[in-house]
């Protein structure tokens, strides 16, 4: 493409992106679902998280992870912003797939944490690591979840990460993001590194 072509190209494109901008006028807080199988979700949930303390937003994150390793972000976030509301399912509980019933306490407790924190007034992003799980293993009811989610403060932007979830949270998201797997390091034998995979 010649200097020419490429002025006239970059020019039709800015005009195209300008009207769209100017007919983007709606403010309000926004449910992003970042879903698939390929790798992202959560290090992009944290992305929004720190994108948001850059701007002095108030933020707030709950995981509904087994894990017992911890990520980089849960020990930067404790370490530098120990103010910040940082919720483990694992906290307090002990996972196990033999115990149904002790699972889903343990998801229904992180669940009425949650909860109230979509119900701060004075927070701006939450982040729901992990949620998705909890609806696919019917940990949590769906309807009491949307209503919960639709029902938020409304200053507030949710986001929820993990593979499926179902319609109903795709339908109600703003934003839904698939992640696509095209290859994992993992497949090849190679094995999870902290500050990538953790
Ligand atoms: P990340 O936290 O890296 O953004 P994620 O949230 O998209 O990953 P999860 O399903 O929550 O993905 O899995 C978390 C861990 O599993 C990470 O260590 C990630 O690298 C790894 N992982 C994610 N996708 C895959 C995959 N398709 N195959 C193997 N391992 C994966
Ligand atoms: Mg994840």
Known sequence: MNEDKFNRSMAKQKTHVDASIAA?????????????????????????????????????????????????????????????????????????????????????????????????????????????????FKFLDEQEVLQALRERSPKLSVIVTGRGGGTGLRELADTVSDVKNLKHAFESGIKARPGIDF
């Open 24 to 136: 983007a006028s709606n403010e309000q807080s926004l449910i992003v679902l970042l879903t698939g199988d390929g790798k992202g979700k959560s290090t992009s949930g944290f992305g929004m998280v720190m994108r948001a303390l850059g701007h002095g937003q108030r933020v707030a994150v709950v995981q509904f992870i087994k894990g017992t390793q911890s990520s980089g972000e849960e020990v930067l976030l404790k370490q530098h912003f120990p103010e910040i509301p940082f919720f483990q399912m694992a906290t307090g509980f002990t996972w196990d797939n033999q115990n149904h019933a002790a699972d889903k306490a343990a998801a229904q407790h992180t669940w009425s944490i949650a909860c109230k924190l979509l119900g701060d007034p004075t927070l701006d992003v939450l982040l729901l690591d992990e949620l998705t799980y909890m609806l696919s």
